[in-house]
């Protein structure tokens, strides 16, 4: 079992910056992939960002060039840098884990809000 929690989000001005956090633990030893997804009421839930156990990063198009998704092994937590926010990006912000071993796992979301 894995347990992932968010934090970090908040209200923010347009143009403004954020950065999430999605700590994670548990049986965390055979990680895949970790990413944040978005979904905003009444739409399908959408990839934001991924980064592989090698360090591979993917971005939805939307973002590329304003967020940035790194992880730090040692504290099993992966974060999400927003910044040059638009209202837009107004959504719950979802953590996500694929383990080899564990299987697939979400965390509670965490509601970003971007006021123009």
């Known amino acids: 079992q894995v347990q992932l929690v968010e934090s970090g989000g908040g209200l923010v001005q347009a143009g403004g910056s954020l950065r999430l956090s999605c700590a994670a633990s548990?049986?965390?030893?055979?990680?895949?992939?970790i990413g944040w997804y978005r979904q905003v009421p009444g739409k399908q839930r959408e990839l934001v960002a991924t980064?592989?156990?090698?360090?591979?990063?993917n971005y939805a198009d939307s973002v590329k060039g304003r967020f940035t998704i790194s992880r730090d092994n040692a504290k099993n937590t992966v974060y999400l840098q927003m910044n040059s926010l638009k209202p837009e990006d107004t959504a719950v912000y979802y953590c996500?884990?694929?383990?080899?071993?564990?299987?697939?796992?979400w965390g509670q979301g965490t509601q970003v809000t971007v006021s123009s």
């Open positions: 980064i592989s156990s090698g360090g591979s990063t």
């Open positions: 996500h884990a694929d383990y080899v071993f564990s299987g697939r796992y």
């Open positions: 548990g049986s965390t030893f055979s990680l895949r992939v």
